[in-house]
Nanobody, 124 residues
């Protein structure tokens, strides 16, 4: 079992920055890849934001956030991060961290473990 807990959400003005954290516990993550997804409204699908392979640090980003967001992980600290810069109102969403062992990184259905979410609100 892998447990994931997000933190760092909040309210920020457009153009500002926030850093989300995902604390990881439980199973060793050596073979896992980790992802950030967001849901912009209740009842809508989770949208892929970014992913990182825990061991190799290979990363992948959605076109909508590439160049503004940076995903990273701290192996010793058992944590994953999402640095979000130049935030826009359309980035407002509940952000979730997730973990998976195999599959297409952009596909939410392959992720086995999810955190409870962190709310990000970007005002115009």
């Amino acid at each position: 079992q892998v447990q994931l807990v997000e933190s760092g959400g909040g309210l920020v003005h457009a153009g500002g920055s926030l850093r989300l954290s995902c604390a990881v516990s439980g199973h060793s993550l050596g073979a896992y890849f980790m992802g950030w997804f967001r849901r912009q409204a209740p009842g809508t699908d989770r949208e892929f934001v970014a992913a990182i392979h825990w061991s190799s640090e290979i990363t992948e980003y959605a076109d909508s956030v590439r160049g503004r967001f940076t995903i990273s992980r701290d192996v010793g600290g058992n944590a994953m991060y999402l640095q979000m810069n130049h935030l826009k109102p359309e980035d407002t969403a509940m952000y979730y961290c997730s973990a998976a062992q195999a599959g297409t990184w952009r596909q939410s259905s392959v992720y086995e473990y999810w955190g409870q979410g962190a709310q990000v609100i970007v005002s115009s």
